[in-house]
């Protein structure tokens, strides 16, 4: 099997975010085994928003792209518990067809979030020349696990209006959009 390892980086980052713990077993010829710890609690699982946050009603359209569907998926319900309306793409093409669609049905998208790396795919890298052509005014947020990547750390060069590290919360994800929709 292949991959990119950013799945272990992105559960590294969580598991170390949750106080926790992670370590490996190696068998050579059998595999690994990961082993996660993360501090026990009695307490019911709450949704913890910031003071003074409240939902907004008809945030605008947000188009999410990324290759992970847990990540589609996670990244949707939270952009839709802040009142964004959301559609989602898997991959660089589908987000250019959808971005294309949109704009011409005059329902275009208020931001676009772009995930970096699509493995066999187009990235937000190469999805963010696209998106200018069709819409030179277009308003997109990169986003990766890897967060020195020099297209995260210098986004403004490379096209995009904002860029997030993953894993990211309810509240840096409101923060940014926030922030890219009143530039």
């Known amino acids: 099997s292949s991959g990119t390892g ?17 370590a490996v077993e190696t068998e050579r010829g059998t ?6 710890y993360i501090p026990a609690s009695r307490q019911k ?23 992970e569907m847990i990540i589609l998926d996670l990244g949707a319900k939270l952009l839709r518990h802040l009142g964004y309306e959301v559609d989602t793409a898997a991959g660089g093409s589908d987000a250019a067809r959808l971005y294309q669609e949109a704009k011409n049905g005059e329902k275009p998208f208020d931001v676009v979030i772009l995930d970096l790396i699509i493995p066999g795919g187009i990235g937000a890298d190469k999805v963010i020349d696209v ?5 030179p005014g ?17 986004y403004q060069k490379y096209g995009f209006a904002g860029a997030m590290a993953k894993p990211f919360n309810l509240e840096e994800l409101e923060r940014e ?3 890219v929709l009143y530039l």
């Open 6 to 22: 950013l799945g272990l980086a992105i559960c590294f980052s969580i598991i170390k975010k949750h106080d926790g713990h992670i």
């Open 31 to 36: 595999g690994s085994t990961f082993i996660v």
């Open 45 to 67: 699982a709450v949704l913890k928003l910031s003071a003074g946050h409240e939902k907004k009603a008809g945030g605008g359209r947000i188009l999410l792209m990324d290759d």
């Open 131 to 135: 998106l200018k052509k069709i819409d």
């Open 138 to 154: 277009v308003r997109a947020i990169v986003t990766s696990g890897y967060a020195d990547d020099p297209i995260i750390v210098n």
């Open 177 to 179: 959009l926030t922030r």
